[in-house]
């Protein structure tokens, strides 16, 4: 594995390494416990071309955990505005001495861009790609679920919500799917396409027919930002339909852990007392992501 470009086509001992390695990561560089140097000497780049909080603040303290210095970059007061173009910009910081590349972008791919016009030896890893594939988010939720309930076979997991424009939810899918569990995706007709059918998950519509039989509900955020205006009625008849609140809490599987990807809309996908209820992991999976991200950045740097 020379990048992380997405979670699709990595076997399950591939994902089973990066999972138990982030477990081993967990604390590294906290308190007593001392940094590593895994990256010394390396320089890491953020090249973040969308807004982030989760995955960019975690990146960047992944890899100062691991020894790297680390570079900033976003389009808003850079050359970009003078029409520098995405590959001139990345072939531009490459020269000043990179050796990874962690990149976010609107555009389906361009981490697979970069991969191909970047110099041999620089890694790049997908830190999400349009409506694509979001592979570190993939891989934090399925370690978040493996902790909390021990195992990822036999699962069943429900990806409810805004589907059409999820990465998260591809990635959920391609490493939960290959790890032996079973993935419905949930949501209203527009937001789900018929396409995602072929990627060997059930199809439903309705949360409250599913809520019996999911041990994981993890509650995509709807993404306001990427929908042209009409894929729903209102957001009061999303919430709903598709809200997770105390009262479907009660008709759930006993034990059903939450997950959302964050930012969450509180009140719309999910609501405030149930988010930040006993049931809720989605602080446990920010602190999961350090790990994971760790994990990642460590198993590229040994790649020759
Ligand atoms: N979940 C996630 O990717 O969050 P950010 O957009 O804040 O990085």
Known sequence: MKHLLGLEGLSAAELTRLLDSAERFVGVGVGDVPKRDDLKGKVVVNLFYESSTRTRVSFGLAARRLGADVLDFSPGGSSTSKGETFIDTA?????????????????????????????????????????HEHPTQGLLDIMTIRKRLGRVAGLTVGLVGDIAHSRVARSNIHGLKTLGAKVIVCGPTTLVPAEVSQLGVEVAHSLDEILPRCDVLNLLRIQFERQRSGLFPSIREYRLLFGMDSDRMQRAKSGVLLLAPGPINRGVEITPDVADGPSSAILDQVTNGLAVRMAVLSELAKVA
């Open 91 to 131: 072939k531009n910081i490459e020269a000043m001495g990179v050796d990874m590349v962690v990149v976010r972008h609107s555009s389906p791919g361009a981490p697979h861009v970069l991969a191909k016009h970047l110099l041999p030896h620089v890694r790049v890893i997908n830190a999400g790609d349009g409506a």
